[in-house]
């Protein structure tokens, strides 16, 4: 009944409260998505036209940097256009934003900072309602519908302030809070409680924080209802962790990928294979090192367009993190391309000393699955032969489990490099929240 009201009474109304758009957008969406690769890509083709164009004519950065505004007959002439670095957005951030805004009048956004850079960025308020749209529509595909309850974890929630917050917090955005920062065994006993009295539809959280509290509620055999679905979102997430967030609240996680930068950039469908990219809004580019594309199935480096932020448009924006691109189509029928997996930040990867690299989510992984006694894993690199673990014991650990992940490391990266492992109680967190399973500060 709830959400019966709020799919069609509520929703809607608020739409309009706060200037309309987001419905709109949504229902085109749900639209576009079923059209053909091939139809999506003219439309991408026509909205990084025109941001291009724009970009040239209303942002100083764009005009210092092309000299001559680009001429795209396909997207394949993105290629021409030099990929812009998160050092640029950092040196260049006032000449990014387009003298049709006034900077105090967008929307600001600092970015997370965990690489070392903290930048700020802004988009203007039609971009945040197609960005909105957009997360309300894979919101869906999780089993998400307007009304549902969320129970979301994430590092300082936000508060309702204002009288159009808390409205909005009462009729539309429906959501209990568990404050990352603080997790430890009164906050995650009396969030099971609430959520047992409030019984949400949905949880929403970082990938290890859903796996943190799930991995507390199995030892402790503490039981929550069963949720409609799971959104795991800002970072990677490892299988292992994936089964037990599942087991523990009976539904599947859909995984979803994006950034403060540029909002969305693909998310899971209830196949649950691969991310089907944002296309309407985003055009997402898979490079080789050497600029070239990379083929379906081989690893990239991640270059974002946005092709809906008119406020501080970012063109062929090199995120910092690595995907595989894909050629298949999903058996959900969506036209919308897929991106196969996600394989990390690339400032992630550890080096080897021959200058190849390893994803060292993957290496985590590896390990954790094959060697018995380790909880969780974080690999950092300080040195390109000297490695600090830090090692969460399981119940089962051993001093062998130490020596075989010792033996794996020497294997990896050579017989004489310095490894020293560290016994913790828990990862330690980023900033803003979130985790990091490989860490490499060559
Ligand atoms: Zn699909």
């Avoid at 004519?57 to 990929?83: G, M």
């Avoid at 508060?159 to 909005?168: F, G, Y």
């Avoid at 430890?184 to 796996?211: I, K, N, V």
């Avoid at 691109?325 to 992630?348: H, K, N, Q, V, Y």
Wanted: proline fraction near 4%; glycine fraction near 8%.
């Amino acid at each position: 009944m709830w959400q019966a009201l709020c799919q069609y009474v509520t929703y809607p109304v608020w739409d309009v409260y706060d200037g309309g758009g987001r419905l709109a957008e949504l229902r085109s969406l749900q639209r576009s998505e079923r059209w053909t690769p091939e139809r999506l890509g003219e439309l991408q083709l026509e909205r990084a036209r025109a941001m291009v164009g724009y970009a040239y004519e209303h942002c100083r950065f764009y005009r210092e940097r092309w000299k001559s505004a680009p001429t795209i007959a396909s997207l394949q002439d993105f290629s021409r256009i030099p990929v812009v670095t998160k050092a640029d957005i950092g040196a260049h951030t006032n000449d990014l934003i387009s003298s049709q805004f006034e900077s105090a009048k967008l929307i600001g956004a600092k970015t997370g900072g965990s690489t070392g850079v903290a930048l700020r960025v802004y988009f203007d308020e039609d971009c945040q309602k197609a960005r909105n749209a957009a997360a309300m529509r894979t919101d869906g595909w999780a089993g998400w519908r307007p009304g549902s309850m969320i129970a979301g974890l994430w590092g300082t929630p936000p508060v309702p302030r204002t009288l159009k917050e808390k409205i909005r917090n009462t009729f539309h955005d429906r959501a209990i809070y568990l404050d990352t920062m603080r997790l430890d065994e009164q906050s995650m006993s009396d969030f099971a409680a609430t959520m047992r009295r409030l019984e949400p539809e949905m949880l929403f959280g970082h990938a290890h924080s859903l796996f943190i509290f799930a991995q507390f509620l199995q030892q402790r055999g503490i039981a929550v209802p069963a949720v409609d679905g799971i959104i795991s979102t800002s970072m990677m997430l490892i299988d292992s962790e994936r089964k037990v967030i599942e087991a523990v609240f009976g539904s599947p996680v859909t995984n979803r990928y994006g950034c403060e930068e540029v909002g969305l950039i693909a998310s899971e469908c209830e196949e649950h294979r691969g991310m089907h990219l944002n296309s309407e809004h985003v055009f997402v580019e898979f490079l080789r090192e050497d600029g070239s594309p990379a083929q379906p199935g081989e690893e990239g480096r991640i270059v974002v367009t946005d092709l809906m932020n008119k406020g501080m448009p970012l063109i062929r924006y090199a995120v910092g993190d690595m995907g595989v691109p894909s050629e298949r189509r999903c058996a959900c029928g969506r036209g919308l391309p897929i991106m196969e997996r996600l394989t990390g930040r690339t400032a992630d990867f550890l080096k080897r000393r021959d200058g190849s690299r390893v994803a060292g989510i993957s290496l985590v992984e590896k390990t954790l699955t094959a060697i018995p006694g380790i909880g969780q894993l974080q690999i950092v690199q300080e040195q390109l032969d000297e490695f600090v673990l830090n090692l969460v014991p399981s119940p089962d650990y051993t001093e062998q489990a130490g020596r075989e992940l010792d033996a794996v490391l020497r294997k990896e990266f050579g017989g004489d490099i310095r490894i020293q492992l560290n016994r913790v109680e828990r990862l330690a967190q980023e900033r803003n929240s979130k985790y990091r399973f490989s860490i490499c500060k060559v």
